[in-house]
């Protein structure tokens, strides 16, 4: 080793002793004589201290370090006169007698402090710059905790780690697949896996009762800002289970990451069903660590001539705590907020709903305050609130709603860093219409099974009404996993496939093999699926901000800035391949 | 769950209790009205007992039972008559008082015991039935065990699991990518990652220290037996290292795979240099099990008028401990052994060293007994043995002598399988000539360092002699893994790059990123690569067959006969992808 300590080990019980580092000029700094430089590496800084009154060459060598110069240092462990009690090493420093350069540095493009001066495009350039700042290095090594935890519990709870093929069989479904062109079957093409979701189900009909895998997950999809083309997904998939088995087994799991990574202790996890979710939350991933639920007041708001409300599918509020003095100004950039066109109402009133009980809104033409009162106690409304009432069509309003709870949540303060209330949401549609291309689209993926109580909404046409055995979990608004118990028939697979529109001749090309297999004795089974880079994300910075926790993430365009790839290849690999480049 | 114990849990101690099992029907037998289900899961096996003179409904139902169907059958646990001693369950039955059938199986097309009497084709493409066999259950939950032993010694090093990207940039070396046209960017393409070399290296340069990575590496090879297009790799990566501190590292993880997988202590391994081996073993994977050294005799041969020998570049014998007494037809068989197409060499001489001194060969025309005594002697042979010798060009008679010692031990049960010889080879050569392309390529790849004492090999153009840092595990003759010191600065990269024969424009195009980051501080590192697939198969059955240790393989032409892929895909796939097949 080209040290015998790392720069994060020595105290003031090494005083005394020779040592020898390795690592980065982290900072440098001269004065009278003496040179000190704050030596760092993965595992923290020590100060060393170069004297050129006792050795002019050295000192001088020394004084002409740059940042990010990679050194080998020796010299002896000395108790240090002004000690940093910020650091382990904080008490000691070094007393360099002698040093190399391992290699030169450039002058970084940016600097590499916890907040740097970097833009986005520049540190993804420089990604091996960017990875040295202390924020992002930690993010990826608490990452692999993360996933050692994950790892300790599933190997405890006797789940089985099988890697499945990534080099597999084209079946989109929902998102685009990425292709691979096979060069020994020109003309044909193997798929990357967007889950290992058959083949985990395969290893259930093989028996092997209890799996997982920390596994990488391609989707080709138009990028938004939090989405990766590569994700990597905590597989996991159990047979003889029903779904209260699968949510006790993997809330398990979660409250094993949080202590062992975090030290936090989690109560169990309460249970949503997706209707009341919707209802009021306005979305099927609400962030319960504040109240402030949609009501639908519809029904007290008609028939005042009002003909905004009048005319709305839907009328629907929340209560602003203590927010009833909100400024004109105020309430006026909450009505700009639900108008941008991410949301798209049409507009806001409010009600302030005085401390003294007063009532005042932005429609007192059409109101009487008796009529406000009605508003306010359809919204549950206490003196001192806000309300805040949006109508239009449901879908609409609903979103504007949602994003509007959580945008006050924000300001009040109330969606708080220190707080986790993770959540089961259960009970999720099995099937969602697509009413432009007139069909019928699997809400989670076609391998999901429904409720029998359910089961003759299919006879009746009724198919938005039937409950799928789906479950998500949910931690502060953040969807970190999700899964359902599956299909385990023929009968019942295949008319899935045919519900969803699939033709008998496309069944057999895509999913013959999966079907075949429900024929050799396929056990009842179930499964969910974690995605690690949110689910890192969350449980070490409660935020939503994958790209942090991702050691080369790409870009909004799909870019890997620091290779610059996507790129063009020879034309001779594409003739190998048997393809030919037809841009449009 | 759809059982209170597994098949493989419940012994005496459990005699009286009601349970509930699950699983597959493994055999069925009827005796006298009574109804005998070997039930089987992941756990073990378990006996029911069905009494149709008690419940005859109950008897009938399970007498009509198929193999492989899945039950789930309630009942009380008795002490077994006739107990089988095998299994830990042999000691109890249950007899059931109601079970359900949760899912019919049809015929299994071969049966599913541990010599199975299904052909390779066949269990490929019923893989989930070929995965429920013993010894193929066992290999995949074995290299689960293999995988955790390596996480634990990694974790335990203070290595940082980092995950790299899938989607990267085409930069083919040796072997072709795999490559993945881009939709967003359409006539660029990703490549899928050989291995993540250039990632390893770029995260010590990031300042990591010491990374691991248990990864998935592809490869678009033209495939034999023993490799996958897809295969996984243990990737490792330090820095501030130089060689002797991988080797330690690393021989202590194998040691610790060994004792917790198989309880085997390892003593330390030996070392060997590359040209040692190739001397005395004929290839660079030695298996050290046994000894049966090859010998150059060429000097000691030549000049008695035997034209074959007399004009032979190299001659080499091995001497056959106790062969002296093989009869003509034993050593004709050897001698098309070493003719066949893959060796290719032109024949055998045999030299029969009798226990009593005397020495007889094949060539007896040309050589008394005091020319062979020479040869016996320059073969290190002792009374007793056989002495097989081979001549023609170097290349062509290491090859055969190296087949035919490997086929010697094989024969003389010298390659025990309960024996476990590791070896470190060293000193691997930095280069090797193409001389058909006219050029050289590197041995192990260009990120490779060469010893610094053999840097003037570079301008006497003697590139053929320079030493690389370069080092291979090597365990009974099967290599596990291998690695080396890797190239830190950008000068020296240049350097090895422009050896290759890579032009300054190819370089910027495909390395630019690494070499842009060799200049800004990156610190000497090294490290290696293990492939699992082939060190679990190693650890847990001292064979190599990986596709035994793989869930689901590949076929030889790289087909999933399972999935049946690689496959055709929609023309409006190809339409987004901006790509068109043109098949030559």
Chains 1, 2 share one sequence.
Not at 251 to 266: P, Q
Not at 323 to 336: C, K
Not at 540 to 555: G, Q, S
């Amino acid at each position: 080793m080209l040290r015998t300590h790392t720069c994060g080990e020595l105290t003031l019980k090494n005083a005394g002793q020779e040592v020898t580092l390795s690592g980065w000029v982290h900072k440098n700094r001269e004065m009278g004589g003496l040179t000190f430089v704050d030596l760092r590496d993965r595992y923290g800084i020590t100060q060393l201290v170069f004297d050129a009154n006792k050795d002019k060459e050295l000192g001088e060598k020394a004084a002409k370090l740059g940042r990010e110069f990679v050194i080998k240092a020796s010299g002896k462990v000395v108790e240090r006169s002004s000690k940093n009690a910020k650091i382990t090493t904080g008490e000691i420093e070094i007393i360099v007698t002698s040093f190399e350069i391992l290699n030169a540095s450039k002058t970084p493009p940016f600097t590499l402090d916890e907040n740097t001066d970097g833009g986005e495009e520049l540190r993804m350039k420089y990604r091996y710059l960017d990875l040295r700042r202390e924020p992002i290095k930690n993010n990826l090594l608490n990452r692999h905790k993360v996933a050692k935890a994950v790892r300790e519990y599933l190997d405890s709870k006797g789940f089985a780690d099988i890697e499945t093929p990534f080099l597999i069989k084209s079946t989109p479904e929902g998102a685009r697949d990425f292709i691979v062109p096979s060069r020994v079957n020109q003309g044909e093409f193997y798929a990357l896996p967007q889950s290992p979701q058959t083949f985990k189900q395969i290893l259930m009909v093989a028996g092997f009762d209890r799996y997982y895998q920390i596994v990488r997950c391609f989707r080709d999809e138009d990028l938004r800002a939090d989405r990766q083309p590569e994700f990597t997904q905590i597989d996991c998939e159990m047979a003889f289970v029903e779904q209260e088995d699968i949510l006790q087994m993997f809330e398990g799991m979660v409250k094993h990451v949080f202590k062992s990574v975090r030290n936090i202790e989690m109560g169990n996890f309460p249970r949503m069903t997706y209707a009341d979710a919707m209802k009021y939350y306005g979305n099927d991933k609400p962030d319960t660590r504040f109240g402030m639920l949609i009501h639908d007041i519809t029904s007290a708001v008609k028939g005042k001539g009002f003909k905004v409300l009048d005319d709305a599918e839907t009328v629907g509020c929340i209560s602003v705590p203590n927010a009833s003095e909100y400024s004109r100004s105020q309430t006026d950039e909450l009505i700009e907020f639900v108008k941008r066109p991410q949301i798209g109402a049409k507009g806001l009133i409010y009600v302030k709903y005085g401390a003294d009980g007063s009532l005042k809104s932005s429609v007192d033409k059409f109101y009487t305050p008796e009529d406000l009162k009605k508003w306010a106690d359809a919204a549950e409304a206490k003196p001192g609130d806000l309300i805040l009432v949006v109508s239009g069509p449901a879908a609409i309003t609903r979103r504007a709603l949602c994003e509007l709870r959580l945008e006050m949540g924000t300001r009040l303060g109330l969606r708080s860093k220190s707080v986790y209330n993770p959540l089961w949401v259960i009970d999720f549609p099995l099937l969602e219409e697509d009413k432009e291309a007139g069909r019928w689209n699997a809400c989670h993926h076609p391998f999901t099974s429904w409720k029998k109580e359910d089961e003759h909404f299919f006879e009746t046409g009724e198919l938005g009404k039937i409950r799928a055995n789906a479950y998500d979990l949910v931690i502060n608004g953040v969807e970190v996993g999700g899964g359902s118990i599956r299909i385990h028939d023929r009968k019942n697979q295949e008319k899935m496939f045919n519900t969803l529109g699939l033709s008998k001749e496309e069944v057999e090309l895509k999913f013959a093999f999966i079907l075949n297999a429900f024929e050799y004795g396929a056990p009842p089974h179930g499964g969910l699926a974690f995605g690690l880079d949110r689910f890192a994300s969350m449980t070490i910075a409660n935020e939503e901000n994958i790209r942090e926790f991702i050691a080369f993430p790409k870009n909004n365009a799909g870019r890997d800035m620091m290779m610059d790839s996507p790129s063009t290849i020879d034309a001779a690999q594409l003739k190998e391949l048997g393809i030919k480049i037809e841009v449009k």
